[in-house]
T-cell receptor
Framework: DAKTTQPNSMESNEEEPVHLPCNHS???????IHWYRQLPSQGPEYVIH???SNVNNRMASLAIAEDRKSSTLILHRATLRDAAVYYC???????????FGKGTKLSVKP | DTAVSQTPKYLVTQMGNDKSIKCEQN?????MYWYKQDSKKFLKIMFS???????INETVPNRFSPKSPDKAHLNLHINSLELGDSAVYFC?????????????FGPGTRLTVL
């Protein structure tokens, strides 16, 4: 599975947008880009995924670069509850393994 | 209603003991997983079962044996516990063949081996 690179940590203010970057320069044509997050003392939860086009759902938006070598998870208005570790994961095909990296620890200040 | 549940939530035991962690999902999924999250917070897959058949078995000591009595349950039995087994163990489930195979995780079991 191709590797992803994310910043170790980021800070945001409450109610402001947050852009969480992810680099995946070795992505292959069949790799899906998945984002999961892990709130403190909880199991990971699915956030969003995409292949080539930008995606929106009730939790977030995913912006995928045209060459697919990077992507950005966008939280439109951060809340205190969004403080978590966010994992960007490349998944070979729709059924491939989830290989978790270190992720980005997002802190949200009131 | 809890989608993926694990018992116990906390488990403290002595080295050399044998222990089990139970996992149940009520989502009707056909695939279940066990992950281990160590003290450095790395989350790694251990096992995956699809329709009660083992499909992923990462490099895990054979002291760890998953058991799936039916599609809704995947239990993890650990023999001869070692200090290095201390970690948080997460169970997850998904429906194989869904467009994106979203995995739903349980709350975790924190295992401490003394």
């Amino acid at each position: 599975d191709a590797k992803t690179t994310q910043p170790n940590s980021m800070e945001s203010n409450e109610e402001e947008p947050v852009h969480l970057p992810c680099n995946h320069s070795t992505i292959s044509g069949t790799d899906y880009i998945h984002w999961y997050r892990q709130l403190p003392s909880q199991g990971p939860e699915y956030v969003i995924h995409g292949l080539t086009s930008n995606v929106n759902n009730r939790m977030a938006s995913l912006a995928i670069a045209e060459d697919r070598k990077s992507s950005t998870l966008i939280l439109h208005r951060a809340t205190l509850r969004d403080a978590a570790v966010y994992y960007c994961i490349l998944r070979g095909g729709s059924q491939g393994n989830l290989i978790f990296g270190k992720g980005t620890k997002l802190s949200v200040k009131p | 209603d809890t989608a993926v549940s694990q018992t116990p939530k906390y488990l403290v035991t002595q080295m050399g003991n044998d222990k089990s962690i139970k996992c149940e999902q009520n989502l009707g999924h056909d695939t279940m997983y066990w992950y281990k999250q160590d003290s450095k917070k790395f989350l790694k897959i251990m096992f995956s079962y699809n329709n009660k058949e083992l499909i992923i078995n990462e490099t895990v000591p054979n002291r760890f044996s998953p058991k799936s009595p039916d599609k809704a349950h995947l239990n993890l039995h650990i023999n001869s516990l070692e200090l290095g087994d201390s970690a948080v163990y997460f169970c997850a489930s998904s429906q194989w063949g869904d467009d994106y195979n979203e995995q739903f995780f349980g709350p975790g079991t924190r295992l401490t081996v003394l």
